[in-house]
């Protein structure tokens, strides 16, 4: 069983997974929506907003998964930590399907309030290695008696399976790190120019709240 799927880096932060239950599907949307707003540092983030990409998605037959939803170490890579500093409106999460509970890159505590915000918003749950070696594989699996792919992803919808995983240790995320590193280096300009506008709002958010206690 072969489940056609993409990951998409929003302009403003997250990353949202989509599960489509056809290749043809899968490819129509990325020719169609994402192919033209890829940025010139292919692996970073497009030019599509979260809004913008779960407003495509609500047109497709597909499900729409916030992946960790609570981000990586200072990054906004994550649904619900853009909505925790305010950058994005909680109603956003009402587009979304599922929420990725056990991501391997993800330190334990943080899948954990990922099941936690998984079952207060009566979401359906996956799991993902976020692996970029082949090693990484299979260390992390959603699991579901379905005899095809559209009983499989109807499961997740319907709160009909559960993940089983483990995340990596520090020396497996070093190595992962190191080997991934070398594919951005033709890429370094624009990869800081992605960066330095995805954690501006950060910086401003910060340079405001000092200023209020200043007058304080």
Known sequence: MLIPGTEISAHDGPHILIYFYTISEMKEFYEKYVKEKKRKSPYLATRLTTQDIVEKTDNYNCLTVAAHPYGYLLFNKGIQKCIDLEYLNHNIMEHFDGIEVICGGMVRKLNVKAVKLALECEKGITGGTDGHLLTDLGNVVTCSRADDVEDFLTNIVKRRNFVVGKEK???????????????YFKYTIPSLRIHYEQNMPRVKRLQKKIKKKIKR
């Not at 240790?169 to 594919?183: E, G, P, Q, R």
């Open 169 to 183: 240790n520090i020396f497996k995320k070093s190595v992962m790190a190191a080997i991934v590193l070398t594919k």
